[in-house]
């Protein structure tokens, strides 16, 4: 049984005080303009944020689950509970992904996935000794998946490049129309045999979902489901972050 405060649509309640001293971290809201918001203090083993019957509440998100996420102060680490939506954490530093890895950027929801041997390796079709003529052979390493809010995809993005550039203006890969996307926002370089994701210093980030419970560092960004919170660590036991 936890002992982190209860809350009402994200505010801590009144009765927080003697919990507030106990604290080992925060969850700092930020707004749309990237300012600070609400301070929402953790105590205790753990505190969770969802929609409903959660430590932290955000009662109008319907991206939320009820519980969503939980944040443990062993480590300290966040646990995904939800999921349907899940949580991303922004990435400070190039990255190796994975087959599968989700990633938002912008306001683009993209899945990641590795290409076969036998997809690579397109062989042309010969039909009683002629081959069919047809665009040069490409190998490519990867491809994209854009993922919409009815779980289908519409766009599938083949990489073939070492390094692929997405943005709003400039790169292999252009989302015109997408506002929260920087000119040049992210690259995807094949390298190794491993896929690195880099941001680009864009204004709005590029964030990774976590396929399950990772360790947090203090300045930590998490997005669940339309919020963002900065995460950090209290700099001394018991004392408030």
């Known amino acids: 049984m936890h002992t982190a405060a209860a809350t009402v649509a994200g505010v801590p309640s009144a009765s927080a005080g003697a919990v507030l001293q ?20 953790l105590g205790g083993e753990w505190s969770t944020i969802g929609r409903a019957g959660a430590d932290i509440e955000f009662a109008n998100d319907r991206f939320l689950a009820r519980h969503h996420a939980r944040l443990d ?11 349907l939506n899940g949580v991303y954490r922004r990435i400070e530093e190039p990255l190796a992904i994975s087959d599968g890895t989700l990633l938002l950027l912008g306001r683009e929801v993209l ?15 010969v039909r009683h000794g002629v081959a069919l003529f047809g665009s040069p052979p490409r190998e490519p390493w990867g491809r994209l998946l854009q993922i919409l809010a009815n ?6 993005r083949h990489l073939s490049d070492p390094r692929v550039t997405i ?10 129309d997408d506002a929260f996307l920087s000119r ?13 994701i880099e941001d680009l210093g864009s204004s709005n980030g590029t964030f990774v979902r976590l396929a399950g419970p990772t360790l947090l560092n203090s300045g930590d960004h998490l997005r669940m489901g ?16």
């Open 73 to 83: 102060s062993s480590g300290p680490r966040v646990i995904p509970l939800d999921r």
């Open 151 to 156: 779980g289908g995809v519409r766009d599938i």
């Open 22 to 41: 106990k604290t080992w971290g925060a969850l700092i809201s930020l707004r749309k303009d990237g300012s600070d918001g609400d301070r929402y203090p």
């Open 111 to 125: 899945r990641f996935e590795l290409i076969t041997d036998d997809e690579r390796h397109a062989r042309p079709l």
């Open 226 to 241: 339309d919020q963002l919170f900065r995460f950090e660590i209290a700099s001394q036991p018991g004392s408030m972050p």
């Open 184 to 196: 040049r926002h992210a690259t995807l370089t094949w390298h190794g045999g491993r896929c690195i």
């Open 167 to 176: 943005g709003r203006e400039e790169g292999e890969l252009i989302f015109s």
